[in-house]
């Protein structure tokens, strides 16, 4: 197991309390993700187009303060995400007999892609730069979807900033595709954008999961829905002995 060593490298003190905390990041090329204020501010960068796998990730813990005592405790740190993770699927309507689809694209808009986060009282805030950017998705076939296929396709799947203030103003969810009945020859075009700002799930919050379902049918419908992410993780160490003077 992990152990937690004494901070002067000799001996804790077991007249004193120690403050214990953690966090934990991933910086994928082309983002770009600075550390201050000993992990509790940061500064990071989204890369501006989509690409899987493609965002930087920042992970925080609470605070701990624990005297080392004779028992030498259990030192528990969960993680946590500073950032919302994002899906998008699209979702064949219940009850629509076989089509096919073709030249789907899914396109979100006006994202903010820099920001400034402070985390203060168990809270992040954020404080968006003027960087933003547009994540796409384009030129997806789906030869046959039938009442007895998987009704759910995940299009995009990726890590957002949380948006400030609470609001997603100005962030656009477009799909366009082209919807052929199964038996018929002439495809229709089908196109529709949101406001997301003023669609279910219009809160993006730091450790949260946002989900959209775009649901196709011969026509296009669009719901979503919060979690949340929970996936940060957790570390375990124990305070060890003092060890002796020298």
Avoid at 8 to 15: L, M, T, V
Avoid at 64 to 70: E, G, Q, R, T
Avoid at 151 to 157: C, G, Q, R, S, V
Wanted: overall charge negative; charged content about 15%.
């Amino acid at each position: 197991g992990n152990v937690w060593l004494p901070p002067d490298g000799k001996k804790w003190d077991d007249a004193k309390t120690y403050t214990f905390y953690g966090y934990a990041y991933t910086v994928p090329s082309g983002t770009t993700l600075n550390i201050y204020d000993s992990g509790h501010r940061i500064e990071v960068l989204q890369p501006a187009s989509y690409s899987d796998g493609m965002c930087a990730d920042y992970l925080l813990s609470d605070q701990l303060v624990l005297s080392p005592s004779k028992v030498h405790p259990l030192v528990p740190i969960a993680l946590k995400h500073a950032m919302s993770k994002i899906k998008i699927n699209v979702v064949r309507a219940i009850g629509m007999s076989s089509f096919a689809i073709s030249d789907l694209s899914v396109t979100l808009s006006n994202i903010i892609t820099g920001a400034s986060l402070t985390y203060t009282g168990g809270t992040w805030s954020t404080i968006p730069t003027m960087n933003t950017g547009t994540y796409s998705k384009e030129g997806i076939s789906i030869e046959t979807v039938s009442p007895a296929a998987k009704t759910e396709i995940n299009i995009m799947d990726f890590i957002a900033i949380p948006a400030p203030n609470s609001t997603l103003k100005g962030y656009t969810l477009s799909i366009t595709y082209k919807y052929t009945p199964i038996g018929e020859d002439t495809p229709t075009t089908f196109s529709k954008s949101f406001n997301l700002g003023e669609a279910d799930a219009n809160n993006w919050q730091s450790g949260h999961l946002i989900t959209y379902n775009l649901i196709i049918d011969n026509g296009i419908h669009l719901r979503g829905s919060i979690a949340d992410w929970g996936d940060g993780g957790d570390i375990e160490g124990t305070i060890l002995p003092p060890l002796p003077a020298e």
